[in-house]
């Protein structure tokens, strides 16, 4: 197969001209020829064209063959860990609606994704603008309206994520309609989260006591169940009671919140191939933002784990399956990850995500990370970064941190409207939302990109 090469889907050039040179050239990368494509995310180059998703063009004029306007494309066929960084308005949420849209099942067949096998996401998004992956933008809204100019000029269609589901926590009000209340399994959170949840070390002697309680209790229990069982005397010897009381307080401070109930999600009937899940968790306290996030990275890695192992006997020993129709991979996309996962303060999230990242590569897990605050993420999670979106950063230690976590090199030279920009940092600073270099591990150094309009409505812009 090859790109799709019928005139009326074919991109438009849109970018006749740039402002943007450079004469770093490139001593690695995946580029076709034919119909000036560059695929990126790909460990071994090669001339395929499936399993790719559409992000946009390249935005530099390049030294030696230009690549200008070339058409960039991403391998979904790998899992990747990606970090989207820039500064607030810069790009990095519609970033993830381009990603998410190019995996998910649309409603109309689309050039953007060229033979791509439907991934099941599960996109966490802290500021409930997401359910608009569900519709097509809305040229009423005059973000909208610019957002259906750009994707004539750019000779994209509108399109919308056919299978979406909706979540959100208890209490939290519908925006759509369509939404679906989800409650966690108290059991399906382990030991050392719960220690988080409450703000103590497992080895402190409020940890010990949730301990005790949590192996005591075994499975299928409740919060109310864990409590009960602290503050019953008959439990306990030689534990203060000043400490059993102290997290007999806390699990009800949780327990308030009606985000567990006995018979929580189950994440297993989520996973269906090219399902967009949302969780909207805007109105829930950051803690409880990342517990959510934590429990839905462990069954993750645990269901996904089973199931490529399952895949690889069968296959081994020629073996048919059990039919279960389970998608063969999977994304867990966070935006404004800092507020689940940040480097300075034990965050139930933290440990489950550094879990997740390393066992990703054999369960078909990726994750997708974006944050306004590149030195705020876990350090264990962003040391298996292979492709990084740096958008505009305006403060050196934002901007040194996110190069940091470029997985190539840097750019050595650049100009802009024929004047130098010598310092790869200074290059973060001028970009305008929309651009961004992209540092792929695959690629020898980071390629100046614009990105693609959104096919579906973006609810993130801010209002007039
Ligand atoms: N690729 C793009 N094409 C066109 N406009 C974009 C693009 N990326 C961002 N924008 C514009 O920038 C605004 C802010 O982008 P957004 O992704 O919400 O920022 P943030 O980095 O804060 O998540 C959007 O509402 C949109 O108007
Ligand atoms: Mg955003």
Redesign the pocket.
């Known amino acids: 197969m090859s790109f799709n090469q019928s005139a009326n889907s074919r991109f438009s050039k849109v970018l006749e001209k740039s402002q943007y040179s450079t004469a770093d050239q490139f001593v690695k990368l995946c580029h076709v020829a034919k119909g000036n494509n560059v695929i990126l995310g790909r460990s071994k180059s090669s001339e395929s064209t499936r399993h790719l998703i559409y992000l946009?063009k390249v935005l530099e004029n390049t030294a030696g063959t230009n690549l200008l306007s070339a058409d960039l494309w991403l391998d979904v066929s790998f899992p990747h860990v990606i970090y989207i960084t820039?500064?607030?308005?810069?790009?990095?949420?519609?970033?993830l609606g381009?990603l998410v849209e190019g995996v998910s099942k649309l409603n109309t067949e689309t050039a953007i994704q060229n033979e791509v096998e439907p991934v099941t996401t599960f996109l966490i998004d802290t500021q409930s603008q997401f359910w608009t992956l569900g519709y097509p933008p809305n040229g009423g809204i005059p973000?909208n309206a610019?957002?259906l100019e750009?994707l004539r000029q750019w000779n994209i269609p509108p399109n919308y994520i056919s299978d979406l589901a909706l979540f959100i926590p208890p209490g939290t009000d519908k925006i759509t309609g369509t939404e679906q209340v989800f409650a966690l399994s108290a059991d399906q959170v382990p030991h050392e989260e719960w220690c988080a949840l409450i703000g103590q070390d497992v080895y402190s002697p409020q940890g010990h006591v949730l301990g005790v309680a949590l192996e005591a209790l075994g499975s299928n229990f409740g919060v109310d169940d864990v409590i009960s069982y602290i503050e019953s005397d008959r439990n306990w010897r030689n534990v203060a009671d000043l400490t059993r009381q102290a997290v007999a307080y806390k699990l009800n401070d949780i327990h308030k919140t009606g985000l567990f109930k006995k018979d929580g999600m189950k994440i297993s009937d989520m996973l269906v191939p090219g399902r967009c899940n949302v969780f909207l968790l805007r109105d829930i306290r950051d803690v409880d933002k990342s517990l959510v996030t934590s429990i839905l990275a462990r069954q993750l890695f645990t269901i996904m784990g089973q199931h490529h192992r399952k895949k690889k006997h069968e296959a081994f020993f020629e073996r048919d399956g059990d039919g279960r129709s389970l998608p063969s991979k999977v994304w867990l996309v966070i935006?404004e990850a800092h507020v689940v996962a940040p480097s300075d303060a034990q965050m139930p999230a933290r440990d489950a995500l550094v879990e997740y990242v390393k066992r990703g590569r054999d369960a078909g897990l990726s994750l997708i990370l974006?944050t306004?605050q590149p030195s705020a993420i876990d350090d264990r999670i962003l040391s298996q970064v292979n492709i990084a979106f740096t958008?505009r950063l305006a403060f050196q230690s934002d901007i040194n941190a996110a190069v940091n976590r470029v997985p190539t090199k840097a750019l050595q030279s650049l100009k802009l409207n024929g004047s130098d920009v010598k310092e790869f940092t200074d290059m973060i600073r001028i970009l305008d939302?929309?651009e961004c270099f992209i540092g792929d591990q695959a690629t020898s150094r980071a390629i100046l990109a614009?990105?693609?309009?959104r096919v579906t409505s973006?609810g993130?812009?801010?209002p007039v």
Do not use: C, L, M, N
């Open positions: 946009g820039g500064t607030r308005g810069s790009g990095k949420s519609f970033d381009v973000a610019s957002q750009e935006d974006a306004q958008h939302a929309g614009r990105i693609r309009p973006h993130g812009y801010s």
